[in-house]
């Protein structure tokens, strides 16, 4: 199928942008790298009027450093995250995520900022920037907001942002130092039936710190296992403790049924991702030449 007909406009400016959505009143919606929109299109799932092109708009499609903070533009692709060295050293669970999306094709065209705005449950993106602790700046016609990502979704597929409004950073504190993933697809770099990600500061002697565990593809949104991660807090992180955490994730999904896995299937996947996760986390803090001895 082809899209409906729809016009076409090429933002200059952020503030450029807001007003062309601002001017279809909430009926045209923003084109980025076009990995997720332009098919929903073509398929009829959307037929907005008009689509407002951010591809040009420079500084979105910059990577830049505040203090602690790293700050990723909306349009900044794929490939650009996965080559980064900035990223593979101040994100680094970003870096490891971003190549289990799609394939290269995918991740030359697809942005972080689109991906986000998509809010796809299993999208690799909105799980890594959840575990991560981001926040993301919003523009609309009257202010500039920032919206924790842990709270950017109100289900699947659907965000609380406004149709005039353009996401244009996504900002990340300090990462902890110890990182993991892990997920489960049918088919290499496919859409993830279940996956994992968590992040740690600290050690089995000192006690970890920080730890923040967050799953895609078991509910409407991906969500963090508070419980499990609050239960890890001071620990060694040792084979019963994290076999407790990976009970305790339960209480963070209600998984679906889809045309890849049951929600009993899912369901029972969670505690099994969850412990090889976090035996990743474990080795990772092992093996880490700074020994994070505090």
Do not use: W
């Not at 500061?201 to 499990?228: C, H, M, Q, Y």
């Amino acid at each position: 199928m082809k899209a409906a007909p729809f016009g076409y406009h090429r933002a200059r400016s952020v503030s450029d942008a807001v007003d062309l959505l601002t001017a279809y009143d909430g009926t045209a919606r923003v084109l980025a790298g076009g990995q997720s929109l332009v098919p929903m299109m073509n398929m009829r799932l959307i037929r907005p009027d008009a689509v407002v092109d951010i591809g040009g708009i420079t500084e979105l499609g910059v990577i830049r450093t505040d203090g602690d903070r790293t700050v990723v533009g909306a349009t900044v692709r794929y490939s650009t995250l996965e080559r980064s060295p900035e990223v593979a050293v101040r994100l680094p669970l970003a870096a490891t995520m971003v190549r289990a999306i799609g394939d290269r094709h995918v991740r030359n065209r697809g942005t972080i900022g689109g991906s986000l705005a998509q809010g796809d449950p299993t999208g690799e993106m909105p799980l890594a920037c959840m575990t991560l602790g981001a926040v993301v700046r919003v523009s609309g016609p009257d202010r500039v907001r920032e919206v924790p990502v842990a709270e950017l979704y109100e289900g699947s597929y659907a965000t609380c942002l406004d149709p005039c409004e353009v996401l244009t950073e996504i900002v990340f504190p300090a990462t902890p130092q110890h990182h993991a993933f892990a997920e489960m697809t049918r088919r290499h770099n496919d859409f993830a039936v279940i996956s994992v990600a968590a992040v740690a500061s600290g050690n089995a002697v000192s006690g970890f710190r920080d730890v923040r565990i967050g799953l895609g593809g078991v509910n409407d949104t991906p969500v963090l296992a508070t419980e499990a991660s609050t239960g890890l807090a001071g620990t060694a992180m040792s084979d019963a403790e994290i076999a407790d955490a990976a009970h305790a994730a339960l209480a963070a999904v209600d998984p679906p049924t889809d045309i890849r896995a049951s929600a009993e299937y899912r369901r029972h996947l969670v505690p099994i991702y969850v412990r090889r996760v976090l035996e990743q986390l474990r080795a990772a803090s092992a093996a880490s030449p700074q020994g994070d001895p505090s």
